[in-house]
């Protein structure tokens, strides 16, 4: 696992990262990014006092993903081996309490939203909590290059003992998800 970068005062236990879960052949491109309490992520983003990561492309900072800039994060490797990239947020009270995160990636080989060509998207992502495996979404299907447009939003839910997890993808074009996922039994929503 990649380590991402804290400040001395901040450690482990109040961090929510998502993590690339399989190898990659391009760059992680990442627009927008945010964690949420409620399960169809319909509250305000949970407050953080810092984003973390595992290293960027020069000119495509963590920050970005964070905020309107217009500018994606893009990771650091161009080539991602598994669990090699990392995007999240230090300092956030209560991480154990997600429930849902939006997360728009870039697509590769198209230049919109701010978006280098190089920058794609994984397919499939881990979320940590505490530093701990939450939830794994495999198979997330995504665009292609021919699909417009070119940048979708993703709101994947976690699952609790009531609720069965998701993935859902706003754009014009329908998506059949597959409940193919893995999760972490010993995770709780104390």
């Known amino acids: 696992m990649g380590q991402a970068a804290l400040l001395p005062w901040s450690s482990p236990q ?44 020069t000119g495509y900072d ?6 309107s800039s217009g500018i994606p994060w893009v990771s650091s490797c161009s080539a991602c081996t598994s669990g090699q990239a990392l995007i999240g947020v230090v300092g956030v009270c209560r991480p154990e309490e997600v429930r849902c995160v939006k997360l728009q990636q870039c697509t590769e080989n198209r230049n919109s939203y701010g978006c280098p060509a190089a920058a794609g998207r994984m397919d499939r992502v881990t979320l940590l909590a505490k530093g701990e495996h939450v939830f794994t979404w495999n198979f997330m299907q995504g665009q292609t290059s021919s699909v417009l447009p070119a940048l979708e939003l993703e709101v994947l839910t976690i699952p609790s003992r009531r609720r069965r997890a998701t993935m859902s993808a706003f754009v014009d074009v329908s998506y059949q998800v597959q409940a193919d996922a893995e999760v972490n039994p010993g995770f709780s929503s104390r």
Request: aromatic share 10%; proline share 4%.
């Open 14 to 57: 109040d961090t929510l990262f998502l993590q690339n879960a399989a190898a990659s052949t391009a760059a992680w491109g990442v627009a927008e990014l945010s964690f949420h309490r409620l399960p169809d992520c319909s509250d305000a983003a949970m407050l953080f006092a810092h984003p973390g990561i595992s290293g960027s492309l």
């Open 62 to 67: 963590e920050a970005n993903a964070f905020s």
